[in-house]
């Protein structure tokens, strides 16, 4: 991912959270003719070193892990994004022609190399942790011990665990940093008033940034 100085984001903490917060990724791989691509959840094992592991499942139908296993793989983590308009920065008439349509967002892209989890207990494990992360602000949480043990393995038979051990985590945070505070606030304030959630959560990453540097 290209990533200029100005967006760079490196606080393995930061980019941890995000990953969490936005753990439906596209899991991207090139090992045969072609790349292929699936969108999934992932989830984040955190370590007290290197970039931490990302573990998730897939249809054994899916041809992508036959072809991913043992290669070096990218899990790209996407947040709020938003269209800026160039009216929005109150340009003065002599910087009018300087000033053009762009796009912030927020991604981390994560790298690593693919591992199939062979180890059935190890399978359970992960789908187990994966339903508990989504279902533990529900009503009424689902849990694997909710169907016998017979339609548990039925449902193991049909997937296929992995296992990525991050090799390189990147942080692009494009939010205007490379425009002065005035067009920022301008930017910010439009967002504001245009609605849409991802509107407003780019507005508010706008202003946190800038409340960090000053």
Not at 16 to 39: D, K, N, W, Y
């Amino acid at each position: 991912m290209y990533v200029p100085q100005s967006f760079a984001i490196t606080d393995r903490a930061t980019l941890h959270e995000f990953v969490e917060r936005h753990s439906f990724a596209a899991l991207i791989s090139h090992g045969g003719q072609v790349p292929q691509a699936s969108h999934l959840p992932l989830l984040l094992e955190r370590r007290d070193a290197g970039q931490g592991t990302l573990i998730g499942h897939m249809a054994k139908a899916n041809p992508q892990w036959q072809q991913a296993d043992g290669q070096t793989v990218l899990a790209i983590f996407h947040g709020p994004h938003a269209y800026i308009s160039p009216t929005w920065y109150q340009a003065k008439d002599g910087d009018a022609e300087k000033v053009v349509p762009t796009w912030n967002y927020v991604a981390v892209h994560a790298s690593g190399t693919f591992h199939l989890v062979s180890d059935r207990e190890r399978l359970r494990a992960i789908v187990r942790r994966t339903v508990d992360t989504y279902e533990r602000d529900m009503a009424s949480p689902w849990a694997m011990t909710d169907v016998d043990a017979g339609f548990q393995q039925q449902l193991l038979e049909g997937i296929v665990g992995f296992e990525i051990v991050i090799e390189e985590l990147q942080g692009k945070w494009k939010l205007n940093q490379n425009h002065d505070e005035a067009r920022r606030r301008n930017v910010i304030h439009a967002l504001q008033q245009a609605g849409g959630d991802d509107q407003q959560a780019i507005a508010e990453l706008m202003r946190q940034t800038l409340d960090h540097e000053m």
